[in-house]
């Protein structure tokens, strides 16, 4: 696929939180080329979790359009954003988001279960969770290990491994190198990187770390995408 096509689009959003007058994310325009790796930075409260709720439908915005890859997330019902999150976009969470009583296996298949089109890409689910493993650099024994018995670092791997499966278009990732520390946290970018280069997946990815900005195609400021309010009270 072309890599100026746009795969996510915002245009005229605004959400604002029940409850919550004192902010409103607000952004005019924002878009993500297919296959583009893209870090969002910005400080906190500045609203980049909003922004990535919203992108993935887990809330709708009050104005505006959302489009992911030429769906307009807003027209669809609650049910159809639950499928259409699982078959396009692979989530990598802060938290990780494992089942820690699950073993490595069932939790990088789990993404399988839900979306039909990531489960017909991958023909061997098995093999090719183990090959993803290997290829984050995985120890291949724990496959089978519980999910919550792995150190930090094991455990993003298999949380991007999750993520990858079945190449779903669009990777989204918040702050999933915040509990790394500066080694493995690049290690740990670099082995995201190639996967998705690999699979022509498109990565956005959301942080407060600087740092990080030389390994990304495009470094977007949060205060250059939204004319946020904030009120002081
Ligand atoms: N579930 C929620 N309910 C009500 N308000 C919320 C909710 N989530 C976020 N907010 C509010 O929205 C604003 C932006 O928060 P958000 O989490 O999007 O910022 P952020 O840039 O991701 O911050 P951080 O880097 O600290 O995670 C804050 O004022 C926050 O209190």
Redesign the pocket.
């Known amino acids: 696929m072309s890599k100026d096509t746009s795969i996510l689009t915002l245009k005229d959003v605004r959400y604002r ?1 029940s409850g ?1 007058a ?2 409103e994310l607000s952004v005019p325009q924002f878009s993500v080329n297919r296959g583009e790796t893209v870090l969002l930075l ?1 400080e ?7 922004l990535l709720s919203l992108i993935c439908g887990t809330i709708i915005a009050q104005n505006g359009i959302v489009d992911v890859g030429g769906t307009d997330i807003g027209a669809l019902s609650a049910r159809e954003r639950d499928q259409f999150r699982a078959e396009q976009i692979g989530l990598i969470f802060q938290q990780f988001n494992l089942l820690p009583y699950a073993t490595v296996l069932d939790n990088i298949l789990l993404p399988l279960r839900f979306a039909k089109s990531r489960r017909q890409a991958v023909p061997s689910p098995n093999a090719m969770a183990s090959q993803l493993c290997d290829e984050l650099g995985l120890p291949s024994d724990v496959i089978h290990a519980r999910a919550g018995t792995l150190s930090v670092g094991q455990q993003q791997r298999v949380a991007a491994a999750r993520a990858l499966i079945g190449n779903p278009p669009l990777i989204i990732a918040d702050e999933p190198t915040s509990a790394l520390d500066a080694a493995t946290q690049l290690t740990f970018l670099k082995l995201l990187f190639d996967q998705s280069r690999q699979h022509d997946t498109t990565l956005l990815m ?1 942080s ?1 770390d600087a740092r990080l900005a030389d390994q990304f195609d495009r470094v977007v400021k ?1 205060s250059d995408v939204a004319e946020n309010k904030r009120e002081t009270t």
């Open positions: 939180w919550r004192s902010f910005g906190s409260g500045s609203g980049k979790s909003t959301v407060h949060m």
